[in-house]
Nanobody, 124 residues
Framework: QVQPAESGEGLVQAGDSARLSCVVS????????QGWIREAPGEGREFVAAYSWSMSTAYFADFVKGRFTLSVGNVKNTLHLQMDNLKPEDTAEYHC?????????????????WGQGTQVTVSS
């Protein structure tokens, strides 16, 4: 069973940075996508960023380009989301999620395995 687990959370001010980490257990992710999906109160789940382990390629939503980056951790199946210049509209619960091959990396509803989520709150 593939199981993502997030760490890192933050109550930060607008313009600050925060870093989230995700470790996925259960099986190697060589053919999978590992990504971040967020959900704000009253909103649906929204794709943020993802990484293809097979192609070593990162994908980002337009609204985070230039502010958020992904990096691979030293521990296998570990992915970090660095969030810079945070805005109040970035306030959400951030979930680490895994997508099997064949799904649409930009569609949050296509993701197959989910972590419990971690809260990021950005105050103005």
């Amino acid at each position: 069973q593939v199981q993502p687990a997030e760490s890192g959370e933050g109550l930060v001010q607008a313009g600050d940075s925060a870093r989230l980490s995700c470790v996925v257990s259960g099986q190697p992710l060589s053919e999978f996508y590992q990504g971040w999906i967020r959900e704000a109160p009253g909103e649906g789940r929204e794709f943020v960023a993802a990484y293809s382990w097979s192609m070593s390629t990162a994908y980002f939503a337009d609204f985070v380009k230039g502010r958020f980056t992904l990096s691979v951790g030293n521990v296998k199946n570990t992915l970090h989301l660095q969030m810079d210049n945070l805005k109040p509209e970035d306030t959400a619960e951030y979930h680490c999620a895994v997508l099997r091959p064949g799904g649409n990396v930009y569609n949050a509803r296509d993701y197959n395995y989910w972590g419990q989520g971690t809260q990021v709150t950005v105050s103005s």
